[in-house]
C-alpha cells in the first residue's frame, strides 16, 4: 500500500471550509485512496474513497489530483462536531486490511 | 450506530485474569478485524477473518487469542496480560477483504482495557 504524509493537525474556523490535505506520491495505479476519521475514543468512521475521479458525498468531497500524487479532502461548511483526527489511506490489492497512520487532527474553531 | 456492537465497553482485569471481549456485526457481511489503539498511537491491526477462516495475524504475542465461530461474531480471549496491553481494543466488519474499490470498514465503539 502507498505511503501516505498528512499534516499533524489543522485548525478551521466554523462554517467555513476545511481543506485537509494528503500526499500518495507513491501510489501505484490499483490503489484507492480512503478517508476515515476518528472522533475522541470512537471507532473510525468511513468518509469516502475514490480512485482517479473527484468524489461527492453527503460527507464530503474528494479532489484527486490529475497525477494522482496528492488529494483533498473537503468538508465544505465545518461544524464543532467535525473535530476529530482524519485519516487517508491507500489501499491495493496486496493487503487484507487497511492499515491507519497518524492523521491530520482538525479542530474545528467557534 | 454502525450495525457493530462490541461489549463490554471498559473492561479492567489483573494479569493474571482471563477475560474475553465481544463484537457482533448485523450487517451481514463476511469480513471482521480487531485493531488495536493505544494512547496517542496510530491503530494496528491485530486479525483479519474472512468467512470465518483466519488470514491474517499481524505478530500479535499469543496471550491474544481470537476466534471466529460464525461470520457475524467475533471474540478476543484474553489471559496473562501486561500493563503495556492496556488500549482500546475496535472491532470493525466490511463485506470482503478482496475488493479495494469497495472495502469500507464500519466499526464498533470500542473496549477500553486497563490492565493492573
Known amino acids: 500500500d502507498a505511503k501516505t504524509t498528512q499534516p499533524p493537525s489543522m485548525d478551521c474556523a466554523e462554517g467555513r471550509a476545511a481543506n485537509l490535505p494528503c500526499n500518495h506520491s507513491?501510489?501505484?495505479?490499483?490503489?484507492?485512496v480512503y478517508w476515515y476519521r476518528q472522533i475522541h475514543s470512537q471507532g473510525p468512521q468511513y468518509i469516502i474513497h475514490g480512485l482517479k475521479n473527484n468524489e461527492t458525498n453527503e460527507m464530503a468531497s474528494l479532489i484527486i489530483t490529475e497525477d494522482r500524487k496528492s488529494s483533498t479532502l473537503i468538508l465544505p461548511h465545518a461544524t464543532l462536531r467535525d473535530t476529530a483526527v482524519y485519516y487517508c489511506?491507500?489501499?491495493?490489492?496486496?493487503?487484507?486490511?487497511?492499515?491507519f497512520g497518524s492523521g491530520t487532527r482538525l479542530q474545528v474553531q467557534p | 450506530e454502525t450495525g457493530v456492537t462490541q461489549t463490554p465497553r471498559h473492561l479492567v482485569m489483573g494479569m493474571t485474569n482471563k477475560k474475553s471481549l465481544k463484537c457482533e456485526q448485523h450487517l451481514g457481511h463476511n469480513a471482521m478485524y480487531w485493531y488495536k489503539q493505544s494512547a496517542k498511537k496510530p491503530l494496528e491491526l491485530m486479525f483479519v477473518?474472512?468467512?470465518?477462516?483466519?488470514?491474517e495475524n499481524n505478530s500479535v504475542p499469543s496471550r491474544f487469542s481470537p476466534e471466529c465461530p460464525n461470520s457475524s461474531h467475533l471474540f478476543l480471549h484474553l489471559h496473562t496480560l501486561q500493563p503495556e496491553d492496556s488500549a482500546l481494543y475496535l472491532c470493525a466488519s466490511s463485506q470482503d477483504i478482496l475488493r479495494p474499490s469497495n472495502e469500507k470498514l464500519f466499526f464498533g465503539s470500542g473496549t477500553q482495557l486497563s490492565v493492573l
Open positions: 489511506i491507500g489501499r491495493g490489492p496486496g493487503r487484507r486490511a487497511l492499515t
Open positions: 507513491t501510489i501505484s495505479g490499483n490503489e484507492y
Open positions: 477473518y474472512s468467512l470465518e477462516e483466519r488470514v
